[in-house]
Every structure is written in structure tokens, then in C-alpha cells.
């Protein structure tokens, strides 16, 4: 078992018996957070943040999994809400059918707003110190919050069927994808204590695999089956996306050329650290 299948493997147990208990007697709320929670995914995030630590902090890999869990819920909580009728109106997340589909539209929305939440008390009761958990929080909220996630969705819903530049739609990106992605990179910093270059050279790093990260998923809207991608696929016809506006060529050879420059990122961190981010690189992007 390679590295990041094994950090993988722990934090999908440690997901699996720390998934937020539910009290009450609404007949299917706790089992519709499980299930969105539980039903996979590619868990990009948390395994960032998690080799961010075990490549630079080992001993603290077991006090960081309350964190990446905390994050894996915030993002899981920008899907369900990204999913919704008002927004993409998707039927399909993970391979399995949307909560507003299985259940209902109020059930997913209070789904989402509980993941969002519930993402920084977890974060907020981690066994680090009351300094980390402070700036950890304080990372997530601005990445996540108005600062970066939410304005990046507001604009991608506010601006479809209509054409942004390219400086527009990778302002769209940055924010609405790849800032958390960098946060994820930067909490793991956070919590090894590196200095303060180390930090800004990661989460510049982070900035540029998010939009890396993007772009190989317009890619994937364009030229894998819904089945295959388990996720709806071919509808971002009416999106700003990067094939809509390069074309598909012209994405792949962006891609392209936006590894080139995550590789010179990469070599701006300490070499631990840059061989084992490579490995995620390489494996999700091959090569």
C-alpha cells in the first residue's frame, strides 16, 4: 500500500466513526448525513492536508484527522448546496442520487447548512493548541466563506450562458475552487509550525493546483460518461468553463502548460514535502 492510499484508508475510518450524531426524531435526517458524508469521493482535500503532515510532523498526523475531517465536511457541504435545484439542479454526486433527489430540497439545504457549521466546531475541539485552532479556523472561514468559495459560486451562477474573459474565469476558479484547495495545503502548515516563507510558497502552490484541479474537471465534463466521472457530465454547456471558452484543445494544452507552472511552484518547497505532493500530482493528473 503506497503512502496516500494508506493516509486514505485512515481517514476514511476515522470519518466513518466521527460523522456527526444527530439528536432528535426526524425520521431521516442522520441517515441522509451519513449518507452524503459516507458515500466516497476522491477526499482531495483532506489527504492534502494530511500530507502537509506527515511529510513534515508525522507524530501529529493522529491530532490532524479532526481537522481534515472538519474541511472534508465543509467542501461536502458546497456540493450538496452546489447541487440544489436553484443552482445546478444535479441528480447525481459521488455515484450515488443528490439529497435534494433522494430525499428532499429542505433536507439537503439543512444538510448542507449543518456540514458547514459543524465543519469549525470539529475543527475548533481538535487536540492542538488554541493558537493553531484559531488560525485554522480563521483559513477555512476566509477560503471558504465570502473571501473565496462563496463569491467564486456566486459569480459562476450570476454569469452563466454568458462569456467571461479568460482573466475572469480563472478569478472565477481561484476562488471558487482552488483557494480551498490551497487552504488545505496551508492548515497542514499551520499545524507543523512552519515559518512563514514555507506558508506563503504552499499556499501559492495550493492557488495554482486548485485551477489545475478545474480545469482537468471541465475536462472530464467534456469527455467522460456520466457513470464514469460519478457525476452528471456534459452540462456545462451553460457554464463558464475553460473548454467552453478555449475549446477542448485549447483546455488540454492550458493544462499543460498550467502543470509546467505547478512544477516550479513545487520546486520552491522543502524537497520532503515536494516529492510527496508530487506524487498526488502525478497521480490524479498522470503526470
Not at 502548515?189 to 492557488?207: H, P, T
Amino acid at each position: 500500500m503506497n503512502i496516500q492510499s494508506d493516509l486514505l484508508e485512515r481517514f476514511d475510518s476515522y470519518l466513518m466513526e466521527n460523522t456527526p450524531k444527530i439528536e432528535g426524531f426526524h425520521p431521516y435526517f442522520q441517515k441522509a448525513l451519513d449518507e452524503i458524508l459516507k458515500a466516497g469521493g476522491k477526499r482531495f482535500r483532506p489527504i492534502l492536508l494530511l500530507s502537509v503532515v506527515d511529510a513534515c510532523s508525522p507524530l501529529l498526523l493522529r491530532n490532524s484527522l479532526p481537522v481534515a475531517l472538519g474541511l472534508e465536511m465543509l467542501h461536502t457541504y458546497s456540493l450538496i448546496h452546489d447541487d440544489l435545484p436553484s443552482m445546478d439542479d444535479a441528480n447525481l454526486r459521488r455515484g450515488h442520487p443528490t439529497l435534494h433527489v433522494t430525499y428532499d430540497e429542505v433536507t439537503a439545504i439543512l444538510a448542507g447548512d449543518a456540514l458547514n457549521t459543524d465543519a469549525f466546531y470539529v475543527i475548533a475541539n481538535a487536540p492542538l493548541s488554541s493558537e493553531i485552532r484559531i488560525e485554522l479556523v480563521k483559513i477555512l472561514a476566509q477560503n471558504g466563506g465570502s473571501g473565496g468559495m462563496v463569491i467564486g459560486q456566486a459569480i459562476d451562477c450570476e454569469f452563466e450562458d454568458k462569456i467571461l474573459k479568460q482573466d475572469e474565469l480563472e478569478f472565477l476558479h481561484l476562488n471558487k475552487t482552488a483557494k480551498l484547495i490551497a487552504a488545505s495545503l496551508l492548515m497542514g502548515a499551520v499545524i507543523c509550525e512552519l515559518d512563514e516563507n514555507s506558508k506563503n510558497a504552499i499556499y501559492s502552490f495550493g492557488l495554482k493546483l486548485g485551477l489545475l484541479f478545474q480545469i482537468q474537471d471541465d475536462i472530464i465534463d467534456a469527455t467522460m460518461s456520466s457513470k464514469e466521472a460519478g457525476k452528471p457530465t456534459g452540462n456545462d454547456e451553460h457554464k463558464n468553463s475553460f473548454v467552453n471558452l478555449l475549446g477542448l484543445k485549447g483546455a488540454q494544452e492550458y493544462k499543460q502548460n498550467a502543470l509546467k507552472a505547478l512544477h516550479v511552484e513545487l520546486n520552491k518547497l522543502d524537497k520532503n514535502l515536494a516529492v510527496r505532493l508530487d506524487t498526488i500530482v502525478k497521480g490524479y493528473f498522470n503526470g
